[in-house]
């Protein structure tokens, strides 16, 4: 089960602003008409209470977010860059590594922003003034926040596999799921609560093997502790 998961999120960069003049056959002179580029889209984490590991992201490890459009003539903006949305698991810690932010991704349909998309820069039209009637130039857009981010799931199993040492619990969990617990012939192999995912037609059930009971097992007994 995958419970541990590095990404890196690039969020949208802004469009550029347009250089631009209003040209018309009965208008020579036009003034500056260039628009504003979009904003860059945001890289957003949504709690998604389909999913019970981070299994995806060992296929996907880097995501980018989508680029403002860039202003046009005739005062046209560009378009704001669409969102990304990354589904996690709840339980999902997030911990953007540029500032060390924390985000604790728990309730369904919860989001968190972990890169927000650059602004947008401006045309030609918005440095016309007084003094300056016909500026030459425009803004470029900014680049939009990037980080390596940080995903732990803190997970809560749905059904515990508990019995004797030896009784064959990581075996049974190791055929009923693709984890992958220690497995020998001497008592105690199991030494922490290991965890797997059982796949269903409709659902994700997690699974926990957990160590042998015996008495005093609270105290550390048979565990190596004394």
């Known amino acids: 089960m995958q419970d541990r998961a590095r990404i890196y999120v690039q969020a949208g960069g802004g469009g550029n602003g347009c250089l631009s003049f209003r040209r018309e056959a009965h208008v020579p002179k036009g003034g500056p008409d260039g628009g504003d580029g979009g904003r860059g889209g945001d890289v957003v984490l949504v709690c998604d209470d389909s999913l019970r590991d981070l299994e995806s992201f060992r296929r996907r490890s880097h995501f980018k977010g989508r680029r403002g459009g860039h202003g046009q003539g005739a005062l046209r903006h560009g378009a704001d860059g ?83 040492p030896n009784a064959g619990k990581s075996s049974l969990l190791a055929r009923l799921t693709r984890a992958h617990p220690k497995v020998a012939s001497y008592p105690f192999t199991t030494l922490e609560p290991v965890l797997g995912t059982l796949e269903l037609d409709d659902r994700q059930l997690v699974i926990a093997d957990i160590p042998g009971l015996i008495e005093g097992a609270s105290a550390g007994a048979g565990l190596g502790h004394d």
């Open 82 to 164: 669409d969102t990304l949305e990354i589904h996690v698991p709840p339980g999902t810690e997030a911990v953007v590594e540029e500032d060390g932010t924390r985000h604790d991704l728990v309730h369904p349909g919860q989001r968190a922003v972990i890169a927000r998309g650059g602004s947008g820069g401006r045309g030609n039209k918005r440095f016309a003034g007084p003094t300056h009637q016909t500026p030459r130039f425009a803004e470029r857009g900014l680049s939009g926040e990037e980080s390596w981010i940080t995903l732990q799931l803190k997970l809560l199993a749905d059904a515990g596999l508990v019995g004797l």
